[in-house]
């Protein structure tokens, strides 16, 4: 690899993100009541569960976690690229009146989001859906923002942000690359 | 990460094993969409798909056009009865006609073997075999080892009986290549005038004597159709007589594993193949199958329209 790396936040920075994202959606919320939270595949799904994890730290009791494969959803699929391999969907409860919280790891153009709130929405009809992001990088090619941000990162377009996880999902760091 | 490359799918002998651990991994993931209350999703939207079918078939046209509304594609459906074949018109004009009217994938039933292969060079929509002739129904095997896969985790050492008219079924074919592409040892048996000469080169293929040498500590025992409208007369003496030394029994079921899977691709001829005892038993995944089925075909689907021309 040539690309100049540069390590924006690191493994502990990630954690106390995702504590103060959790501590955000109590406050928000006023509670768990009703919290239901389905992380966008893959990124997403294995900082939904850590958020999880904070929240029933922080109120104690579990929040359901699912997770959403946004692969069947996508707006690119009408191309002759061969289509993406196709992950499994796991919501294994009702989103009926629920407030969802949709996690991702990179909110970038806004299309993955768009495209996992469709896919919600065949699940039933949540009361509402709010985004949290572990970073917002800006650049957004549809009406969508984040609930809550990590952190936010200006970049250009030119350059990738990674989320980087290690063997047992945890994260480990996010990276720049230019 | 693995890519599905092929914009038709013709016969599993033309797929590798990485092509179908794919294909079979995405009807895993797209299975849970039929168990929903909406049970579509948007991917194949704008896309026309015609079910071509010269033979008749309940299962497997019902099956690919539920895969294709589910995938919310539109999908036409064209039997030989009202179709212009019955007044003369070659396949070619056909399949030109029909490309005309620009569908994106063409599934097809045809009795003549390889037929699929001539439409795909003449046309430039994806082909998908329903089945043709005594040549291969790759979603029919696709969706058989699926259904293995389910009940065993894994295809990799799994020793599967198929028994029957091997030489006319294009069901055998498809499973003998997925099966061996994937690690199983397949066991045949059934009349030798209904066992081809040369399917040991296959690969890791034996062809037993009797059907209780086949059946021997099998994981899997797959019963096939006897095919009274592909074979001539004097293929056996009649079905009774079929039965007794080819058909699957509560006595000589014992011979495999102990509950091992009893699978048949239908449409089952009760008492000629396998007792009803059998078809309806605990050990039977047939209806497994049939279900299993409309996942495979959404694979299918999905692959070869991101599949490149050839």
Known sequence: MTAEQTVLMDGAGIKRALTRIAHEILERNKGVADIVLVGIRSGGAFLADGIAQQISVIEGGAVPVGAVDITLYRDDCSGHLPHHPVGKTDIPFSLEGKKVILVDDVLYTGRTIRAAMDALMDFGRPQSIQLAVLIDRGHRELPIRADFVGRNVPTSQKENVQVAFDGSNQPIEVVLEK | MAEFKHKHIIALRDLTKDDIELLISTAENMRDINCRDIKKVPTLRGKTIINLFYEASTRTRTSFEIAGKRLSADTVNIAPSNSSATKGETLADTALNLLAMKPDIIVMRHAVSGSHYFLANKL????????????????????????????????????????????????????????????????????????????????????????????????????????????????????????????????????????????????????????????????????????????????????VCGGELE
């Open chain 2, 124 to 303: 430039n929509c994806s082909i998908i075999n329903a089945g043709d002739g005594a040549h291969e129904h790759p979603s029919q095997g696709l969706l058989d080892l699926l259904t293995m896969k389910d009940r065993y985790g894994r295809l990799d050492g799994l020793k599967v009986a198929i028994v029957g008219d091997i030489t006319h079924s294009r069901v055998a074919r498809s499973n003998i290549q997925g099966l061996t592409k994937l690690g199983s040892s397949v066991y045949l048996a059934g009349p030798p005038t209904m066992v081809p000469p040369g399917v040991e080169k296959l690969g890791d293929v034996t062809v037993c004597a009797t059907m209780n040498e086949a059946l021997q500590d099998a994981d899997v025992v797959m019963m096939l159709r006897i095919q009274q409208e592909r074979q001539g007369k004097t293929l056996m003496p009649n079905a009774r007589e079929y039965s007794r030394y080819f058909g699957l029994n509560p006595t000589n079921i014992k011979l495999a594993k102990p509950n091992a899977m009893i699978m048949h691709p239908g449409p089952i001829n009760r008492g000629v193949e396998m007792s009803s005892s059998m078809v309806d038993g605990d050990q039977s995944w047939v209806l497994k199958q049939v279900e299993n089925g409309v996942a495979v075909r959404m694979a299918m689907l999905y692959h």
